[in-house]
Nanobody, 126 residues
Framework: QVQLVESGGGLVQAGGSLRLSCAAS????????MGWFRQAPGKEREFVAA????????YYADSVKGRFTISRDNAKNAVYLQMNSLKPEDTAVYYC???????????????????WGQGTQVTVSS
């Protein structure tokens, strides 16, 4: 059984930074693409960033491009989301997810991910 555990969320002022981590266990981490999604109160879950199994390819939502960086360490079975220049509209619960299959195709749709973490709250104050 795959387990994904996020950490690193918290309260930060606008313009600040946070680094989210996601620790994975249960199947060969290096074989799967990983993604970060977020859900704000009263809104639908949205794609934030994704990274291929080898880290050769990364993808971002337009709203976070240039501010967020996704990375992974396959030796540590971990994926990270470095968030800089945070804005109040970035406030949400952030989830990491492990993609189905061995490709990055369909990375922006949550329906293409098999496993999800419990989420970590990020709150950006103005």
């Amino acid at each position: 059984q795959v387990q994904l555990v996020e950490s690193g969320g918290g309260l930060v002022q606008a313009g600040g930074s946070l680094r989210l981590s996601c620790a994975a266990s249960g199947r060969t981490f290096s074989s799967y693409a990983m993604g970060w999604f977020r859900q704000a109160p009263g809104k639908e879950r949205e794609f934030v960033a994704a990274i291929s199994w080898s880290a050769a390819n990364t993808y971002y939502a337009d709203s976070v491009k240039g501010r967020f960086t996704i990375s992974r360490d396959n030796a540590k079975n971990a994926v990270y989301l470095q968030m800089n220049s945070l804005k109040p509209e970035d406030t949400a619960v952030y989830y990491c997810a492990q993609k189905r299959g061995g490709t990055i195709i369909g990375y922006s749709s949550g329906t293409n991910y098999d496993y999800w973490g419990q989420g970590t709250q990020v709150t950006v104050s103005s």
